[in-house]
């Protein structure tokens, strides 16, 4: 079955940095785009940043764009978030998701996430 499990968050600083990875199994990998969306406490999901299956492709939101970059290597089955210069407003459950776009052109499968909390 498709699994996608997050991990790498934790409790950090303003103004630090954070690696999230995401691993995936169940499927070919490398064959589907990938994202990392994220809720905030009382807030509704935030998409994030966006990679084609190749890594060619990128996008990000305007509230993380300079500060995180997502990557992926597909040999390991496995995607990132670097995050620089974290920010209160950063903290939030970041999870990882396959993008559909045969189908159901959207995410058809998440991760259960990990908890990345930013403060003093």
């Known amino acids: 079955e498709v699994q996608l499990v997050e991990s790498g968050g934790g409790l950090v600083q303003p103004g630090g940095s954070l690696r999230l990875s995401c691993a995936a199994s169940?499927?070919?990998?490398?064959?589907?785009?990938m994202s990392w969306v994220r809720q905030a406490p009382g807030k509704g999901p935030e998409w994030v940043s966006s990679?084609?299956?190749?890594?060619?492709?990128?996008y990000y939101a305007d509230s993380v764009k300079g500060r995180f970059t997502i990557s992926r290597d597909n040999a390991k089955n496995t995607l990132f978030l670097q995050m620089n210069n974290l920010k209160p407003a950063d903290t939030a459950v970041y999870y990882c998701?396959?993008?559909?776009?045969?189908?159901?052109?959207?995410?058809?499968?998440w991760g259960k996430g990990t908890l990345v909390t930013v403060s003093s």
């Open positions: 990679i084609n299956n190749g890594g060619g492709s990128i």
């Open positions: 169940g499927f070919t990998f490398g064959s589907y785009d």
């Open positions: 998701a396959r993008e559909e776009h045969v189908l159901y052109c959207g995410m058809d499968y």
